[in-house]
């Protein structure tokens, strides 16, 4: 079945660069997608991808595919304390169903 | 911006209880899903629904659980004898598309915190 992988934890210093990284199984996905979570709060989708682009900029947002490998990563520039959160990666197809990864907790230090 | 509403966003229950959680997803949607995330763990695919019947489910989704478009808005999700492991975060979502293909992206609900006592 589907089946999505990210490192579970990363610390960065505040104003560097944090890079999550994310990998896949279904060749079939459609749409990839990044997701925030705050401790106890729900989904903010932070940014997705089409299958077919390699790269989408959005402010301090990058998200870099590569479909050949299926590995997907999310660049957030000058890292900020209000950033730390769990990130989770996820992936759908046209069947529609998403498969989330165990996030990827992002700590920030002043 | 169109987004789904989930209400209501923190529920209590007893133990052997049946809850109902209320989505209203995107009006124009077609394709209509629901989501567990147990505290701490990753988000579950529980089930999806087009064309007023499930289309495909998980092996979570088990006979206590139901779903329902009882109109043209609302999406719900029953739980009809509520256990202390179902003590979840419940997240609805929605797309659209044609035909079979839901070929749009999915958008989420804020979800409901379900806590079972």
């Known amino acids: 079945g589907e089946d999505v992988e990210q490192s579970l934890f990363l610390s960065v210093r505040e104003g560097d660069s944090s890079v999550i990284n994310c990998t896949y199984t279904d060749s079939s996905s459609t749409y990839l997608y990044w997701y925030k979570q705050e401790p106890g709060a729900g989904l903010q989708l932070l940014t997705y991808i089409f299958s077919n682009m390699d790269m989408k900029q959005d402010q301090r947002l990058t998200v870099l595919l590569n479909k050949k490998d299926k590995h997907l990563s999310l660049r957030i520039a000058d890292t900020q304390t209000g950033d730390s959160a769990i990130y989770f990666c996820?992936?759908?197809?046209?069947?529609?169903?998403?498969?989330f990864g165990d996030g990827t907790t992002l700590t920030v230090k002043p | 911006e169109p987004e789904v509403t989930q209400t209501p966003s923190h529920q209590v229950t007893q133990m052997g209880q049946e809850v109902i959680l209320r989505c209203v997803p995107i009006s124009n949607h077609l394709y209509f899903y629901w989501y567990r995330q147990i505290l701490g763990q990753k988000v579950e695919f529980l089930v999806s629904f087009y064309n007023n019947e499930i289309s495909e489910k998980s092996e979570i989704f088990d006979d206590q659980f139901s779903v329902e478009r009882p109109d043209g808005s609302n999406f719900t999700l029953k739980i009809r004898s509520t256990k202390l492991e179902d003590s979840a975060m419940y997240f609805c979502a929605s797309n659209g598309g044609q035909g079979v293909l839901s070929n749009t992206e999915a958008f989420f609900g804020q979800g409901t915190r379900l806590t079972v006592v």
């Open positions: 996820a992936e759908s197809t046209n069947a529609g169903k998403s498969t």
